[in-house]
């Protein structure tokens, strides 16, 4: 690699989109990848070069596609693996990289390896997922699955239980069975070959085990395993698919997801640029509205992770609530977009962050997600008609106030939460400091929080008042707005809840 060479995937802004709702075509009420390709203009509009897509292979969809029957093949809700060619096809036309989602920890249990598995104890595939002994009547350890209940069950054809850190419909692959990690770098190769640009890899601490299965201590109480598991193995393993990514040109990538509760062990899997290329930072999904802690997670960000890791920054995604929501405003919302595109790293937007969509009210009736994330997941509204731009009536309710938050009305509103998100990304591609630069925190007073991104002479001030009111911070006194989430009367004044992206005054 050339020295000062930056990889495109620290310049990126990724957009997640998560199939099943971003747009239906044929109307059966469920999106769909030309539903996908028949937006991308909608992207390349907003800003957007890359685009992570959620699981699409052929599933029974008990976990909505994060339980695999088939890597190899597009599941026909979804379409065809000729649909996935033109829509990789179509966004690399408009300069849109794809990264798909790869699914390692464990298959279904529908799929073909683990219905082998499971037919004997000799079968060949027996060792491709994890097998014991139950203690008297009860499960080999007191592990918990992440949707709740213990994370083995029992298998009625061999007597023995097997090892589910989901859902028991989600059986774990053993990695510790060099055919496994063959078959599954096949299917790495699989997707590489097509022309994708790189994966998003689901739960990959999750992969290594510890072949005793300890029991976890009594201290940790009923926390699911997945936010513990953590064996060194599992760094050997993502070496080996970081080589295999890193041989194919282009500079492939690999963004992983670590839902581990610290920042130094979240870090460690990036290595020492052996590993994850990119690690999901899910801080603020979980940070209250005050300056003090998005002060403390910027500063954590940059002390806690190891030389040379590239952070991202997540507000939202299809497991937890969206920003919007948690933050209860759309002032705290539109402030989170200004703070997550100015940082030092990788921005990673889901799909409706940018129209500011709350999560749905989804009456019980309605519900359908094991782990209770229905309302995230609500479809996406294209237009202010009661269709929204959808066929048919899509598989979950509407956001609230679809009549307006959609992408047609808020592209003619100049105020919105789109033409924000749109500004603050051609703000980003335009300035060598807010795309990487260093980040310096300055003093400033009570609720506001003040940084500054520097690269060279590129300079850029990011001021963000938390509070409840007006801010006037003398700091800003010979710099002026480029972009702001709320109108001010000058660089320096602050309505509550606003954010600023100040430039240095001409
Ligand atoms: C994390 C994914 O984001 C989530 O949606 C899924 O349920 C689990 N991994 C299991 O694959
Ligand atoms: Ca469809």
């Known amino acids: 690699m050339d020295v ?3 990889p495109w995937w ?28 028949r937006r991308l203009d909608h992207l390349s509009w907003l800003g957007i070069d890359t685009v992570w897509i959620s699981p699409f292979y052929r599933s029974p969809m008990a976990d909505f596609g994060y339980d695999v029957s088939d890597y190899c093949d597009v599941d026909p809700l979804f379409g065809t693996l000729a649909d996935a060619d033109h829509l990789i096809a179509a966004a690399h036309q408009r300069g849109i990289r794809v990264l798909i989602d790869w699914v390692p920890n464990h298959t279904s249990d529908r799929h073909p390896w683990f219905i082998e598995s499971r037919s004997s104890r000799s079968s ?27 994370a083995w069950t029992l298998d009625d054809t061999t007597g023995l239980w097997f090892l589910h850190l989901f859902l028991a419909q989600q059986p774990d692959l053993n990695w510790s069975n060099p055919e496994v990690v063959d078959a599954m770098h096949q299917v790495l190769r699989f997707w590489l070959d097509r022309g994708i640009d790189g994966f998003r890899i689901d739960v990959v601490h999750c ?53 581990l509760g610290d920042l130094s062990s979240i870090g460690s899997f990036y290595g020492h640029g052996d590993e994850l290329h990119l690690v999901f930072n899910f801080l603020p999904l979980y940070a ?5 802690a998005w002060q403390d997670m910027i500063e954590r960000v940059e002390r806690e992770f190891p030389p040379g890791a590239w952070p991202t920054w997540v507000l939202s995604n299809h497991d937890v609530r969206r ?9 705290a919302a539109r402030a989170a977009a200004v703070i997550s595109t100015t940082q030092r790293g990788t921005p990673f937007v889901y799909q409706g962050d940018e129209l500011a969509l709350e999560d749905a009210v989804v009456p019980e009736r309605r519900r359908v997600d094991p782990g209770g994330r229905d309302g995230c997941r609500a479809p ?80 850029r001030l990011v ?42 005054s001409a």
């Open 323 to 331: 920003v919007r929501t948690r933050l209860g405003s759309e002032h």
């Open 10 to 37: 620290r310049d990126a802004v990724v957009y997640q989109v998560y199939p099943r709702s971003f747009l239906d075509t044929n109307g059966d009420g469920i999106g769909d990848l030309p539903g996908i390709e």
């Open 124 to 150: 060949a595939k027996r060792d491709w997922y994890h097998w014991r002994d139950g203690r008297g009547g009860a499960p080999p350890n007191n592990w918990r699955a992440a949707f709740g209940g213990p």
């Open 288 to 292: 209250p509205w005050t300056r003090a």
């Open 380 to 459: 996406i509204p294209w237009e202010p008609d009661r269709s929204h731009g959808w066929p048919s009536a899509p598989w979950l309710p509407w956001p609230p106030h679809a009549d307006t938050r959609n992408a047609a009305s808020q592209r003619a509103n100049p105020r919105s939460m789109l033409h924000l998100y749109r500004d603050l990304l051609a703000a980003r591609r335009a300035s060598p400091a807010l795309r990487r630069g260093m980040v310096r925190l300055l003093d400033a007073p009570g609720d506001v929080l003040a940084y500054e991104r520097v690269s060279g002479e590129d300079r």
């Open 4 to 6: 000062g060479h930056v």
């Open 207 to 259: 992969i290594g085990k510890d072949p005793v299965f300890p029991d976890q201590p009594a201290a940790m109480g009923e926390i699911d395993r997945v936010g513990i598991q953590n064996e060194l193995v599992t760094h050997e393993l993502i070496r080996g698919f970081r080589r295999l990514v890193d041989g194919y040109p282009g500079e492939r990538t690999t963004v992983g997801e670590v839902n």
């Open 463 to 504: 001021l963000v008042n938390f509070g409840e009111q007006a801010a006037h911070v003398p700091l800003a006194e010979h710099w002026q707005v480029e972009v702001a989430s709320a109108s001010q009367p000058d660089a320096g004044s602050l309505p509550p809840h606003a954010a600023a992206l100040l430039r240095p």
